[in-house]
């Protein structure tokens, strides 16, 4: 097993004060926080119930995911991402700042289930590994984990989540392989998404990325928070 070495840091954010625990020489999370701060997922738009569903697909080591459920401690999220080290890091982060409506789970996002996927630093595509995966110290070259679908999450009788109140999708390209799915074969799961909040990344030629905006716009309108 790989020892990861980590650092903590304490940020207030947006008068919210965060205990944050990361890999050693990994920044990559300081984006989520000027995110936040930039107002980019316009969670004062939302009107959160209690019992709601805040789904993080791709969190990272959980600084969004952390952020929401402390200002809105009575709702639920659920965070999944395919790295380890940032999976523990998120459960960390949740544990230092006595949040109890959180839940992560290690497991990747994509439109057919799969046992053990190889993510491999050297990849060309996909690979969902963070700084700390290759900074020289501890460098790995590739990691698995299990893959499931959105459908899985829906549809698990062990989650119980019937609605979306908000969806959060940062999943390093497969964003693509993922809406064309629910577009084409699983429109009734976009039906139970109320916000939805999707980074793009540029991984795909112009005429698929504009595609993608365009079906995204098309549906979800004003509640499209990117």
Known sequence: MRRIFLEK??????????????????????????????????????????????????????????????????????????????????????????????????????????????????????????????DSENRTDSYTCDVVTLSDIVDSKILCIENIKYLKVDIEGDEFDLFNYLFNERSDILDKIEYLHLEIHKMKDDLIIKTLKEKVINRFGQKLLS
């Not at 080591?61 to 080290?85: E, H, L, M, N």
């Open 9 to 134: 840091e304490a940020f207030n954010i947006k008068g919210s004060r965060l205990d944050i625990a990361h890999p050693v020489r990994d920044d990559t999370f300081l984006g989520s926080i000027m995110a936040i701060l930039e107002n980019q997922f316009k969670f004062g738009n939302v009107a959160f119930k209690p019992g709601d569903v805040f789904l993080d697909l791709g969190c990272n080591i959980g600084i969004i995911s952390c952020y929401v459920a402390k200002i809105y401690p009575f709702i639920r999220v659920v965070g999944f991402d395919a790295s380890t080290i940032s999976i523990n890091c998120a459960k960390i982060n949740s544990l230092k700042n006595n949040l109890i409506n959180t839940e992560f789970y290690n497991l990747g996002i994509g439109i057919k289930n799969q046992k053990n996927v190889e993510f491999l630093s050297n990849s060309k595509e996909i690979t969902g590994l963070i700084r700390a995966d290759l």
